[in-house]
């Protein structure tokens, strides 16, 4: 079935750092990629998205692009602030159900 | 201003006891969704529905029951049958249900 994978956390940076959070997923066909970000007692935000290959989705300093090859869509962000500090979650949507496919997260911690 | 609104925020019970958690949207989507996240989890869908009148099972519907009597809302309970209620419950919403979901600041629910 469908499925996510993130990276381990906690990730743990100083401010102004540069973040990289791995995602890579199995599904079938071509799914839509969603990055959630859920600040601590919080619901989920919707911080980008990408719908088709070679996409790249961008919001408030942050990116990902999608890799239809390597099936990946990993965030980056150049320069991280103490208020990034949050649970970052990539989240497919099943090309077959359209329902979306959560992983555990990837908890972001970051310090001045 | 428009979204989805969750109430209450935080909810304790009695064991044994029904509970219903509500949602409401102002944005004129057809597709609701109910969630459940447990600490250090990801997501997991209890119901959705893609128009009034009409729900679905999601991957852990038992001891959970669902309405969808108007577009803007979609109550969730929380059944005596529920062996392990205590969580965070997210309530999401989006045009279709091929459509990005946007999600509800969620409420905690414990069960005492």
């Known amino acids: 079935g469908d499925s996510v994978t993130q990276m381990e956390g906690p990730v743990t940076l100083s401010e102004e750092a540069f973040l990289t959070i791995n995602c890579t997923y199995t599904?079938?066909?071509?799914?839509?990629l969603f990055w959630y970000v859920q600040y601590p007692g919080e619901g989920l935000q919707l911080l980008l998205k990408a719908t088709k290959a070679d996409d790249k989705g961008s919001n408030k300093g942050f990116e990902a692009t999608y890799r239809k090859e390597t099936t990946s869509f990993h965030l980056e962000k150049g320069s991280v602030q103490v208020s990034d500090s949050a649970v970052y979650f990539c989240?497919?949507?099943?090309?077959?159900?359209?329902?979306?496919?959560f992983g555990t997260g990837t908890r972001l911690q970051v310090f001045p | 201003d428009g979204g989805i609104t969750q109430s209450p925020k935080y909810l304790f019970r009695k064991e044994g006891q029904n509970v219903t958690l509500s949602c409401e949207q102002n944005l004129n989507h057809d597709a609701m969704y109910w969630y459940r996240q447990d600490p250090g989890q990801g997501l997991r869908l209890i119901y959705y529905s893609q128009i009034v009148n009409d729900f679905q099972k999601g991957d852990i519907a038992e001891g959970y029951s669902v309405s969808r009597e108007k577009k803007e809302s979609f109550p969730l309970t929380v059944t005596s049958a529920q062996k392990n209620p205590t969580a965070f419950y997210l309530c999401?919403?989006?045009?279709?249900?091929?459509?990005?979901?946007?999600f509800g600041p969620g409420t905690r629910l414990t069960v005492l």
């Open positions: 989240a497919p949507r099943s090309y077959n159900t359209d329902k979306l496919i």
């Open positions: 599904a079938t066909g071509y799914p839509s």
């Open positions: 999401a919403s989006s045009i279709d249900i091929t459509d990005t979901q946007y």
